[in-house]
C-alpha cells in the first residue's frame, strides 16, 4: 500500500494564481482532511470529508475549496493564490468504523510558496 | 484559553536522558490523545495513543494521562539523538463528525550527543 500520497511536492505560484493540490489515497478511508502548517506552528484543519460527495469547512477554510467525488482523491483547491497562503499543506486520512483509537495517517505534504 | 496547548520548546537533553514532554486540553469530556513525532521537513507520523488515565509504555516511550487534571505527558527514556524531532499532542473533538483532531503547536526536542 503506498498510502496517502500527494502531488505536488513543492510549488511556487504567483499572487493571483490558482491550482489543484491533489491527495489520494489506496486504505479505502471514509475520512480525509487538509491541514496547513506554517513554521515553527502545529496544524491547522482547512477542510475534511466523511466521505464521497460530502465535505466541510475546517478551521481556516477561506481561499480554499475541495471536492470529493470518490473515496480515493480529495484535492484542495487555490483560488487567487495570496502571500499568506505559503505554507505545508498536509493531507490525511482516517478510518471511519468509529474506534477511539482511530488516528490520522498522513501524505508526505506539499510545500507551496506564494510570491 | 487554547484546546491543547503544548511548551513550543526548545526541549534540550542529553543523550541517554528522559524527555518530558507535557500537553494541556481544555474540553473536559476528552477520551483519547494522541502523540505524532514530526522530523523537520517530513509529515507527522503517530507514535503513542492512550485513553485511560495512568501510563502506557510502548518500547522507550511512555504516554501517561491524567483526566482530573486534563494533561498528557509523554515521556522517552534514554533519548537518542534520532529522537530529535518536534512532537504533536493531538485530541479528537468530541461530538463531531468524521474523527477531527486539535492539534497543539508541538513541542520542539533536541538530543545533544
Known amino acids: 500500500n503506498a498510502g496517502v500520497t500527494q502531488t505536488p511536492k513543492f510549488r511556487i505560484l504567483k499572487i493571483g494564481q490558482s491550482m489543484t493540490l491533489q491527495c489520494t489515497q489506496d486504505?479505502?478511508?471514509?475520512?480525509m482532511y487538509w491541514y496547513r502548517q506554517d513554521p515553527g506552528m502545529g496544524l491547522k484543519l482547512i477542510y475534511y470529508?466523511?466521505?464521497?460527495?460530502?465535505?466541510d469547512k475546517g478551521e481556516v477554510p477561506n481561499g480554499y475549496n475541495v471536492s470529493r467525488s470518490t473515496t480515493e482523491d480529495f484535492p484542495l483547491r487555490l483560488e487567487l493564490a495570496a502571500p499568506s497562503q505559503t505554507s505545508v499543506y498536509f493531507c490525511?486520512?482516517?478510518?471511519?468504523?468509529?474506534?477511539?483509537?482511530?488516528?490520522?495517517?498522513f501524505g508526505p505534504g506539499t510545500r507551496l510558496l506564494v510570491l | 484559553q487554547k484546546e491543547v496547548e503544548q511548551n513550543s520548546g526548545p526541549l534540550s537533553v542529553p543523550e541517554g536522558a528522559i524527555a518530558s514532554l507535557n500537553c494541556t486540553y481544555s474540553?473536559?469530556?476528552?477520551?483519547?490523545f494522541f502523540w505524532y513525532r514530526q522530523y523537520s521537513g517530513k509529515s507527522p507520523e503517530l507514535i503513542m495513543f492512550?485513553?485511560?488515565?495512568g501510563d502506557k509504555e510502548d518500547g522507550r516511550f511512555t504516554a501517561q494521562l491524567n483526566k482530573a487534571s486534563q494533561y498528557v505527558s509523554l515521556l522517552i527514556r534514554d533519548s537518542q539523538p534520532s529522537d530529535s524531532a518536534t512532537y504533536l499532542c493531538?485530541?479528537?473533538?468530541?461530538?463531531?463528525?468524521?474523527?477531527?483532531?486539535?492539534f497543539g503547536g508541538g513541542t520542539r526536542v533536541l538530543v545533544k550527543p
Open positions: 493531538a485530541v479528537p473533538k468530541i461530538k463531531a463528525a468524521g474523527n477531527k483532531l486539535t
Open positions: 492512550i485513553y485511560s488515565n
Open positions: 486504505m479505502n478511508h471514509n475520512y
Open positions: 474540553d473536559r469530556g476528552s477520551q483519547s
Open positions: 490525511a486520512s482516517s478510518s471511519s468504523s468509529g474506534g477511539a483509537w482511530e488516528t490520522q495517517y
Open positions: 470529508s466523511v466521505g464521497a460527495g460530502i465535505t
